[in-house]
């Protein structure tokens, strides 16, 4: 059941808000707007008052100066975020470095710079509801729009390169929060619904942060205004709703009535971004769908497939019968004991494949570091073929015999294999790896992630297994000429890697322990 706002009410919040403006008499009357004779509208004092305006943001502005003459303005809200100490700010077409935010003074000081980066601010946002101004029911979830105290607080900052965006580095910065009252609406995740997400081991956090971002992305086009006009907090637990709540609102102190605009087209708005999450072909997530280029976190964590199923979810307006796994993933029921077997997966896995690892005889530290990898030798070498089923072992000098046997296999699979194994045999004895089809894990799931997991981790979550042993008791080993026991530690190690991979060929996910504690799946496909 919805509740909307009396008429008598709203006049009474433009009046007070216009008690701030008008020359009444009242604290902090500027004289800008003036009351009609009955005291019941409101009317500009100029004839032009959209001159009052600045149009690069509402609130304080800080002068940008360079060699002490002013080049530019930038209001309070853009400065923390886009002239902190570090950043690359372009003015007219020029590349400034920022040398100083200096707050108190509110002034920005920059030097002209070209660099081969970017910089992209990183924060954290926390919100307040001040008030409810209305609610309502979207198919079995309720939705509020109220008043919001936003807490922005930036952080940091990435350097990127210019060319392919790659990641240079995170600088730590130390810098005030903002504090900023808008408007927002509010979406309230029902608790079934976060528990049915949490047992079929999605990743919740992805899911909702993923759906703010396509939110964000879509209601441009429903209310008429540019993304960076908009905001959004998606939160697991709020602590004054006692739930996952994802939040968008104003980004402009005050509010603009976009929010407004938004709360009434909410149903709208919730199955036009199922329709560009589901319609985006890419496979997890990108900036056409679930990925925002202003993102505090470095849209982390996002998982698209968690957020598709979420949005089917609250569309539908009640759990799915069904106990399908991810829609993408082309996965089955899990079985039990009286179950059928799953059916096999639509792909068809390579007739003959093998599963390397390779231990060396000397440390990165001893070689100058890990870009040295080929100076390390090879301490013994283990393959699991599986037209054989059975493991092989090989020490340096009988290198060639492993290439051969690699050459029978219709696939390579390794763990880091690409960016170490490859190259550790190919400082050993002549190695061509493109002659190899490989499958690194390591590399699927940092595509995943955006982050790397050790085998350990992923071992221990999808097997309840763990490595024996370490590649710096694998070294002492050497030293000390225990030959067998690094064997036995190598194959281990091969163990889980082909493990691992039949697992997720199998059911098209690893799994492992997020930052809250929880088992999430990683959705893989090979």
Same mark, same amino acid.
């Given at each position: ?55 690069? @943001? ?140 949490? !047992? ?26 540019? !993304? ?97 796994? !991810? ?122 992630? @955006? ?30 000429? !225990? ?44």
């Amino acid at each position: 059941m919805r509740r909307r706002r009396t008429a008598a009410g709203f006049r009474r919040a433009v009046l007070r808000f216009a008690g701030h403006a008008t020359g009444d008499g009242r604290p902090g009357g500027q004289g800008l707007l003036l009351r009609s004779k009955d005291g019941g509208r409101i009317f500009a004092a100029r004839k032009r008052p959209h001159r009052d305006i600045n149009l690069r @943001g509402t609130g304080g502005q800080f002068t940008i100066e360079a060699d002490g003459a002013v080049i530019g303005r930038i209001d309070e809200m853009r400065a923390y975020k886009e002239t902190h100490p570090g950043a690359v700010y372009i003015h007219r077409g020029v590349s400034y470095l920022v040398e100083a935010l200096e707050i108190p003074e509110r002034r920005v000081r920059v030097v002209p710079g070209k660099v081969d980066y970017y910089t992209r601010a990183r924060g954290q946002k926390a919100t307040e509801i001040l008030e409810v101004l209305d609610e309502t029911d979207v198919r079995g979830t309720p939705v509020f729009l109220g008043r919001l105290k936003v807490t922005e607080t930036v952080t940091g900052y990435e350097r990127r390169a210019v060319h392919g965006g790659q990641l240079l580095s995170i600088v730590p910065l130390d810098l005030p929060p903002m504090v900023f009252e808008t408007e927002g609406l509010w979406w309230v995740i029902p608790l079934p619904v976060q528990e049915e997400l949490d !047992r079929r081991l999605f990743h919740f956090m992805g899911a909702i942060h993923a759906m703010e971002h396509a939110m964000i992305g879509i209601l441009p086009l429903l209310v008429l205004t540019d !993304r960076n006009d908009l905001g959004g907090i998606s939160i697991p637990l709020h602590p004054q709703v006692g739930r996952a709540c994802v939040f968008i609102y104003d980004g402009t102190p005050g509010g603009v009535g976009l929010a407004r605009l938004a709360f009434a087209k909410a149903e709208e708005a919730l199955s036009r971004t199922l329709a560009v999450v589901a319609g985006c072909p890419c496979e997890t997530g990108c900036p056409s769908c679930v990925q925002s280029p202003k993102c505090g976190s470095g849209n982390r964590p996002i998982d698209k497939v968690a957020c598709r199923f979420l949005l089917e979810v609250l569309m539908s307006g009640k759990l799915p019968e069904e106990t399908s796994c !991810r829609p993408e993933c082309n996965e089955q029921p899990q079985a039990d004991e009286t179950s059928a077997p799953p059916a096999a997966p639509a792909a068809a896995a390579p007739v003959r494949f093998g599963v390397l690892d390779v231990e060396t005889r000397r440390a990165a530290a001893e070689v100058g570091g890990w870009g040295n990898a080929h100076k390390m030798g090879v301490s013994v070498a283990v393959l699991y073929d599986s037209g054989i089923d059975d493991f092989r072992v090989y020490r340096q000098e009988e290198l060639p015999r492993l290439y051969a046997d690699l050459a029978r296999c219709d696939l390579v699979v390794g763990f880091n294999i690409n960016r170490f194994d490859y190259k550790v045999l190919a400082g050993a004895a002549p190695f061509d790896p493109e002659l190899y089809p490989t499958l690194d894990i390591l590399e699927r799931v940092h595509e995943r992630l @955006g982050y790397r997991l050790s085998l350990d981790t992923l071992a221990k979550a999808t097997l309840g297994a763990r490595k024996s042993a370490d590649g710096l008791q694998a070294l002492a080993w050497w030293k000390e000429g !225990r030959l067998d026991e690094i064997i036995t530690y190598c194959t281990q190690d091969v163990a889980v890697t082909r493990d691992l991979y039949r697992f997720g060929r199998d059911n098209g996910y690893l799994l492992f322990d997020n930052k809250a504690g929880k088992t999430v799946r990683l959705p893989v496909t090979w």
